[in-house]
């Protein structure tokens, strides 16, 4: 198994705290190894320190009892955008019709303050993302992605073996492993009883 997704989890963390020391109502991140290789159609980003300063906005939200989204956590509202504005977040001047505000990038003053932190997980995601190209070829690319599936599909219990789990699209678990936080080991879909019989 590759050391790279611990170290981005690592990495992960780290950002979050550089967010917490701007914004001490952030709320601790988890387990950020829950990020890793998962993309939000909500939110429109692939993993990066914008996402995970959108994500942040939603701990902030949640620290303070604000119902940032609405549309079953589709729709990023007005609130969203004033906490989104705090953290260092631009955006568009007029919502999407789908999704809100959900589409925020980093304002310059922001790229300034975190331009080191923006670094490191820049480094972090261009090393992971090269550990696991060499994996794709030969991996298991689950059911969404034999139905022709954008990987948008329903989630499902992953577990790891100290017994947390997450929800996640198979798919995406099939891409590159998700490491869990408090034992280290890759979270996976246990088989479902049954199906092997037929």
């Keep these: 198994m590759s050391t790279t997704p611990p170290v981005l989890a690592a990495e992960l963390a780290g950002a979050w705290a550089d967010i917490q020391r701007h914004h001490p109502e952030l709320p601790d991140l988890a387990a950020p190894e829950s990020l890793i290789g998962e993309s939000s159609s909500a939110c429109g980003h692939e993993l990066s320190f914008e996402r995970l300063l959108h994500e942040a906005v ?19 509202n007005r609130r969203f955008l004033a906490i989104a504005e705090e953290l260092g977040l631009d ?30 997980l820049q480094r972090a995601l261009k090393a992971h993302s090269a550990a696991t190209a060499a994996d794709t070829a030969r991996s298991f690319r689950g059911p969404a992605a034999r139905h022709g599936s954008s990987g948008g599909g329903v989630r499902v219990k992953a577990v790891c073996d100290c017994g947390r789990n997450v ?18 080991k890759p979270f996976r879909i246990p088989e479902v009883v049954g199906a092997a019989a037929g």
Excluded: M
Excluded at 58 to 76: E, P
Excluded at 94 to 116: D, N
Excluded at 172 to 177: G, H, K, S, T
């Design 58 to 76: 939603h701990g902030i939200a949640a620290a303070r009892g604000v119902r940032d989204t609405s549309r079953a956590g589709r729709y990023h």
């Design 91 to 120: 955006h568009p001047e007029e919502p999407h019709p789908s999704s809100g505000f959900s589409l925020v990038t980093l304002s310059p003053e922001a790229k300034r303050r975190y331009r080191p932190t923006i670094e490191r």
């Design 167 to 184: 929800r996640v699209v198979p798919s995406v678990l099939a891409q590159a492993p998700i490491v869990c936080g408090g034992c280290g």
